[in-house]
């Protein structure tokens, strides 16, 4: 266990966990409120947060962040080890072009140690040189051959480009390459490769790592002010950014699409994911635990169920729900909530907007 907790670095909680947060989206009443017909079946084991391991209830907030470390610890011992200290950040420029006010900087640097990584870097219209630092947003790509390209908006539908639209609304934002499509023929290769640098690290042990490496690219940049730093990401996508929203403190809001919450959801079972281990329905660990340890930065699911394609939706309300006494000890409102469009896999364009809306309400000033 000892060498899985040095795997993720812990970032210091900060003055952050518990702040006080004066403004609110209009709509979070609409987004938080748990509905009592929510779909239950096939969910996993969902045990209390507020139960210690004697059994015994958790009431106040010093009590939960005792469990809330013994959780960390039990998730980062199932994912595995990987390299630590983290390499310094040095980004090599590819190329660079501007598209409509956007600066797209193709960029290169270091993921683990020897590996590495490609991603867009994406700077607002008017960012000039010594100007007052913005947000910055981690932008992590679908399950898609055209990776970073579509959403960078170099390429593919307008619905795609989840990282240009939000740099040209005023953040800095940085999309990388999933390890998955870094210089192999297949995913099951990927993989392959992986297992054979860290024989005892998941698939999603080497996407957190890497998220986390993104969170480091877009802390040395002079661009960006290191304490409204975001996450989003669509399918593939949100699930890292549910992870690594979890696990990474330095994350202040976020935004996962269509990634599937639930376990049965979606093919978390994948080799590139978590393995067959979940299967099992007495399998101890479950999605809830890590939105508990998000508390109580601002998160937002969007679902598209029940239209075409959707893997997420009103099935993961009670894994939500499950959370939600973590958080209020925090106090209130609890900013966890899940907005289910109802349109299918795509972002929708008024779910979009919500998106939009949230990561900028959350990462104000």
């Known amino acids: 266990m000892r060498r899985a907790l040095l795997v993720l670095l812990w970032v210091t909680w900060g003055p952050c966990l ?5 403004t609110d989206v209009s709509w979070l009443a609409e987004v938080t409120a748990v509905p009592a017909d929510a779909p239950r079946a096939g969910l996993g084991t969902i045990t209390p947060l507020l139960i210690d391991r004697s059994g015994q209830p958790i009431a106040t907030r010093e009590g939960w962040e005792r469990q809330r470390q013994a959780i960390r610890a039990a998730w980062l011992e199932f994912l595995g080890p990987m390299p630590d200290p983290r390499p310094p950040v040095t980004l090599q420029v590819l190329a660079t072009e ?13 993921g683990e140690p020897g590996l590495w990584v490609e991603g867009y870097l994406l700077l607002p219209p008017g960012m000039q040189s010594g100007a007052p630092p913005r947000p910055g947003i981690v932008a992590f790509h679908a399950t898609t051959t055209a990776t970073i390209d ?19 609304r005023g953040s800095v934002v940085f999309c990388p390459r999933c390890f998955l499509w870094q210089d192999v023929p297949s995913l099951d290769e990927a993989v392959r490769r992986h ?7 998941l698939g999603m042990a080497k996407m957190l ?26 399918s593939l996508g949100a699930k890292e950014t549910l992870y690594l929203a979890a696990f990474d403190e330095r994350v202040q809001a976020a935004v996962a ?43 937002l699911i969007l679902g598209g169920e029940t239209g075409p394609g959707a893997a997420d939706g009103d099935r993961s309300w009670p894994l939500l729900e499950a959370a939600l006494p973590a958080w209020r000890l925090y106090g209130t409102p609890a900013r966890l ?4 469009h109802g349109q299918g896999h795509a972002i929708s364009p008024e779910s979009f907007e919500r998106l939009a809306e949230w990561l900028a309400v959350y990462l104000a000033k």
Request: aromatic share 8%.
């Open 18 to 22: 518990g702040a006080a947060q004066t």
């Open 98 to 110: 501007l598209c409509d006010g956007v600066t797209r900087r193709l960029v290169r640097y270091e």
């Open 150 to 168: 579509a959403i960078a908006g170099v390429s593919g539908p307008e619905a795609a480009h989840l990282g240009w639209k939000l740099a040209s």
């Open 195 to 201: 297992r054979q640098r860290h024989p005892q690290a």
């Open 209 to 234: 790592y890497d998220a986390m490496r993104a969170v480091d690219v877009l802390e040395s940049l002079p661009e960006v002010d290191r304490n409204r730093i975001g996450a989003v990401g669509h």
């Open 257 to 299: 699409s269509e990634g599937g919450t639930g376990f049965r959801s979606t093919n978390w079972d994948a080799a590139w994911y978590l393995g067959e281990a979940i299967r099992d329905e007495r399998f101890p660990l479950n999605h809830h635990q890590l939105l508990g340890l998000i508390a109580p930065r601002p998160f």
């Open 337 to 340: 909530g899940l907005l289910n």
